[in-house]
């Protein structure tokens, strides 16, 4: 039998390395999702609802407290807790279709969604708030429940990280709470900015969830962006770049009716294969940066028009006269979109689960087709280098 100390240690081997603590830091994030839908309710209570929205007003102008005001916090404490408890309960024994992952995007719409309301009637803000309450805290029981169940395969700290953002998330809205109170002495100011805040919150928690695990999603993207790039500049922009002279006359020593065949189609093909056969032996960047040079090729479109593009129609200035400068990005381009595309489909089916590696390719292909779709845009390059006309 495996003793607890060797079980800890065992565990603590098998611990995947969490660069610069990101994933603990996002699980954090989540923790403190959990709580800042209560913590901004009960922080801003006494100010927002109970003496302000739930009071009455009568014909001197002169406000009254009214059932709601004075009862707000038991409603609120019974409409929150119950709901989150009942849904917290029903995550563990009913089997509701979908994965955890799943539920905590919906949950976490839910309450982004609930964010937001203007009733001036009295007892129908009361009520409405009080049914946003119970929704709120119903999908707030959902989500914690569905994150720990989540956390519940990392290593131990990570389930801490839940309980460390919980208790941050406590301490921050205190201290929104002590700047709203010195900077502003409008309820209203700092309602919204204590709701703001809450909302951002709930938002920077979606987007850390859906960005999480989907490492595959970047690859996509990458291919997307690769063929969407490349296809942006091949071949409406390179067919349309000429040998630039003063005189206007050519001189080149490839024949003007095979510079565009030579430096646009043949260049391309041949240096887009070298770069899908150079990929077979070297594969860098890793996936993690793949993304980085991919998004820095989005400079060769600018590049490519600050040469000598469309020269009948551009009231730009030709920045780049240079015909080997030209040649450079050509190639630059060319080999990239075979090197980078290859590498992004390569990765993507090793970053999940081999019973989901088709499944991976799958979506690989479709952002190459999607990346294609730069038709959409092209035939309107010419509006760029006219723009200062």
């Keep these: ?28 994030l989540h923790g403190i999702g959990i709580l800042i839908p209560w913590n901004t309710f009960i922080t801003i209570a006494p100010s927002y609802f109970v003496g302000y929205k739930l009071l009455i007003t009568d014909s001197d102008g002169v406000k009254h407290e009214t059932k709601y005001s004075l009862n707000f916090f038991s409603y609120i404490g019974v409409c929150s807790q119950l709901p989150n408890l009942l849904l917290s309960f029903l995550n563990i024994f009913v089997q509701i279709k ?20 203007n009733i ?3 007892a129908a803000f009361f009520f409405i708030t009080i049914f946003t309450v119970v929704l709120l805290n119903a999908a707030t029981g959902m989500y914690q429940n569905s994150l720990y169940g989540i ?36 309820i209203q100011s700092a309602a919204v900015a204590y709701f703001n805040i809450a909302l951002f919150t709930i938002i920077a928690c979606f987007i850390s969830f859906i960005t999480l695990p ?10 997307f962006l690769v063929f969407f790039v490349t296809l942006i500049i091949f071949p409406a922009i390179m067919a349309d770049i000429r040998l630039w002279r ?3 006359v050519y001189d080149f020593f490839i024949p003007e009716f095979l510079f565009t065949p030579l430096t646009t189609f043949l260049l391309f093909n041949v240096l887009a294969s070298t770069g899908s056969a150079f990929a077979n032996f070297v594969q860098w960047p890793s996936p993690r940066y793949l993304v980085i040079p991919v998004v820095l090729r989005l400079l060769l479109v600018p590049a490519m028009m600050f040469c000598n593009y469309r020269p009948n129609l551009r009231t730009w200035p030709v920045l780049i006269t240079n015909e080997y400068i030209y040649f450079v990005l050509g190639l630059v381009m060319s080999f990239t979109c075979g090197y980078f595309s290859s590498l992004a489909m390569m990765y993507a089916p090793r970053l999940v689960e081999k019973s989901k590696a088709s499944i991976a390719g799958m979506m690989s292909a479709f952002f190459l087709v999607f990346g294609m779709l730069r038709q959409i845009i ?3 390059y010419e509006k760029f280098i006219i723009f200062f006309d």
């Design 1 to 28: 039998m495996i003793s607890e100390k060797e079980g800890m240690l065992k565990e603590k081997e098998k611990e995947p390395k969490d660069n610069y603590n990101i994933v603990y830091l996002i699980i954090m």
């Design 98 to 117: 979908g994965g955890l992952q799943r539920r905590i995007i919906v949950s976490l719409i839910v309450i982004g969604t609930l964010y937001y309301k």
């Design 120 to 122: 001036l009637v009295v």
């Design 151 to 186: 956390v519940a395969s990392f290593p131990p700290r990570f389930t801490n990280a839940i309980v460390l953002g919980n208790n941050v998330c406590g301490l921050f809205i205190s201290i929104v709470n002590i700047i709203t109170l010195v900077v502003s002495n409008s």
């Design 214 to 223: 989907k490492f595959i999603w970047m690859q996509c993207f990458n291919v």
């Design 246 to 248: 003063n005189d206007g």
């Design 378 to 380: 092209s035939f309107r």
